[in-house]
């Protein structure tokens, strides 16, 4: 047994391509960081390197026009600036790739008093085999559906003037305009502004939202929070357990509403609209137009996640799977899915789409999983520290350091990962206000 870190929040986004690593200790946060990227590049006479630092000044001045891409889009670009140009060799690989054919299983939700285990096979299957499917007959009125896409978009069209009051990447405000989150960290910017809003578990003073989709989004918080309730229930007894398990342990209360806006783009095959990710909590469910452009990663290959009308479609997170953190990935010891996906840019657009992610958002629970001893895992729950107060993160750091000193000798073959993993706990507990979850790996 060890115990082992793993820093998710910030190589969540960033295009994979290949394995995780799957270890213990975790942070879940949506926080970015200002710091310069490094980017190769020629350097000048000073000694200092222009690419990078003319690179970190085009993002500066991106994110101080608090116009985001849109702003971008209106004032007549016709080539898109380089900040967002994606490195060569992913393209080339994009390429390369042969494509797939492959349907993503759909799931139908409607009658399930008589369906139910049907159903739950079906959740199974789809959150086992491959992490992403969609739901239809879920409850949720098509009206409502596109009612929220229209709000969505009738924010993002707002005078630059009434929207930059939202514009923010303050890391704990509760409703925020961005254009990408990981601005100052990601290797190419996306084509894409976001308004994240952060429903519960705490309800949101409806004062904070915007007024143009104020009340639309407090009821449709309310609808996909209770279409959450089913899923969990669905996944609960997919996993073997009683139906109320992962309802129990406050998986469906912490969500946040994404409403994401992807303009049209003049040169879509230079970049994307959201980068290869794995998503950071318990389960995704997402409402996207008919634009298209969503797709995921199966055996390698990128798949098309085709619009279906009326339908929703939804994603195992980190959490949920039990993979590199406390997610639904740990909770079900790996037994289902979290998978990579992103979004295409396109000459087509605006592209809506509104991503509900279940999550913590502050919850102060200290109630975990696991379902090792059930399913006989791989991973057995410690304790979640969240939003640290000072002197505990001072403790973490303290431990860390001591289980620095003493592991290299309980665990020759992997004292330096361990090592390094526990470098990043202690940065982590101590820098940043993330998450931290501590879990053993057997
Ligand atoms: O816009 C989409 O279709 C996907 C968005 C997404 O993956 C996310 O918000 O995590
Ligand atoms: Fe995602």
Redesign the pocket.
């Known amino acids: 047994m060890a115990i082992v870190g793993w820093h998710a929040g910030e190589t969540q986004r960033q295009r994979g391509g290949g394995e995780r690593k799957l270890v213990g200790t975790c942070s879940i946060g949506f926080q970015t960081c200002k710091r310069k990227m490094s980017i190769a590049g020629t350097s000048d006479p000073m000694g200092g390197n222009r690419a990078t630092s003319d690179r970190y000044q085009e993002l500066k001045s991106f994110d101080e026009s608090k116009a985001g891409v849109k702003g971008l889009v209106d004032s007549g670009i016709v080539n898109i600036p380089r900040i967002f140009i994606r490195p060569p060799d992913e393209v080339e690989a994009d390429e390369a790739e042969e494509s797939l054919q492959y349907t993503v299983p759909v799931v139908d939700l409607g009658d399930l008093s008589s369906r139910r285990a049907e159903t739950v096979s079906a959740v199974l299957e789809a959150a086992r085999d491959v992490g992403f499917f969609q739901v239809v007959n879920h409850g949720i009125p098509v009206r409502f559906l596109e009612e929220m896409l229209a709000v969505t978009r009738a924010f993002h069209e707002l005078p630059r003037d009434v929207k930059v009051r939202y514009y923010s990447r303050e890391q704990n405000g509760k409703v925020k305009l961005d254009s990408n989150f990981d601005l100052y960290e990601s290797k190419f910017a996306n084509w894409r502004d976001t308004l994240f809003c952060v429903m519960g578990p705490d309800p949101l003073d409806p004062e904070e939202l915007p007024p143009v989709c104020r009340d639309m989004y407090g009821k449709y918080s309310k609808e996909v929070q209770a279409l959450g309730v089913t899923l969990f229930k669905l996944l609960s007894e997919a996993l073997g357990l009683k139906p109320d398990y992962l309802a129990d342990i406050d998986c469906p209360k912490g969500h946040a509403i994404?409403g994401?806006y992807y303009p049209a783009c003049p040169e879509p095959e230079l970049t994307l609209g959201?980068s290869g990710?794995w998503?950071p909590d318990f389960l995704?469910i997402?409402l996207?137009d008919s634009i298209g452009g969503?797709q995921f990663r199966y055996q390698n290959h990128w798949i098309d996640v085709p619009p279906v009308p009326g339908a929703l479609v939804v994603n195992i997170g980190d959490l949920l799977q039990g993979k590199p953190m406390f997610s639904l990935q740990l909770i079900s010891n790996d037994l289902f899915k979290s998978v990579e996906?992103r979004?295409l840019a396109s000459k087509v657009g605006p592209r809506i789409?509104i991503?509900c992610f279940f999550t913590f958002y502050d919850y102060p629970t200290t109630r975990g999983s696991c379902c090792s001893n059930r399913l006989a895992g791989r991973y057995e729950f410690v304790g979640i520290c969240r939003h640290l107060p000072l002197l505990d993160k001072i403790l973490c750091f303290i431990i860390s350091m001591l289980c620095i000193a003493i592991l290299p000798y309980m665990y020759k073959a992997r004292a330096i990962a361990v090592t390094a993993m526990l470098v990043k706990v202690s940065i982590c507990c101590t820098v940043s206000h993330r998450v931290v979850v501590w879990y053993y790996v057997r």
């Open positions: 994404l994401h959201t990710h998503d995704t997402l996207q969503l996906h979004v789409s991503a």
